[in-house]
């Protein structure tokens, strides 16, 4: 299974002329490309499926999510340690 999970941006920028952004999810950090979103701003929420941020969310529904995920197994299972930590985190 390959789940879209949800990061907060942290930082923003470009790379060879595309738009990217460090998300951070519960302490994981990645580089996420902004293509389908690039207004995203440091601060937002959005869903992220392999490397591309495909969606906004607001924070309620970000953390419910993960919330979700952590409460069916599916981050330990997808992620490993450093995912359910994030999902706990954000309990």
Do not use: N
């Not at 994981?28 to 979103?37: I, P, Q, R, S």
Request: some cysteine.
């Amino acid at each position: 299974m390959c789940l879209a999970v949800p990061g907060r941006v942290v930082d923003v920028g470009e790379r060879d002329g595309t738009p990217m952004a460090k998300v951070d999810f519960g302490g994981v950090v990645k580089d996420v490309c902004l293509a389908y979103l690039p207004d995203l701003q440091v601060g937002d929420y959005t869903i992220v499926h392999v490397g591309f941020a495909l969606q906004r969310l607001d924070e309620e529904a970000a953390l419910a999510t993960l919330e979700l995920f952590r409460s069916i197994g599916a981050l330990d299972e997808e992620f490993g340690d450093a995912w359910s930590r994030a999902a706990e985190e954000a309990r």
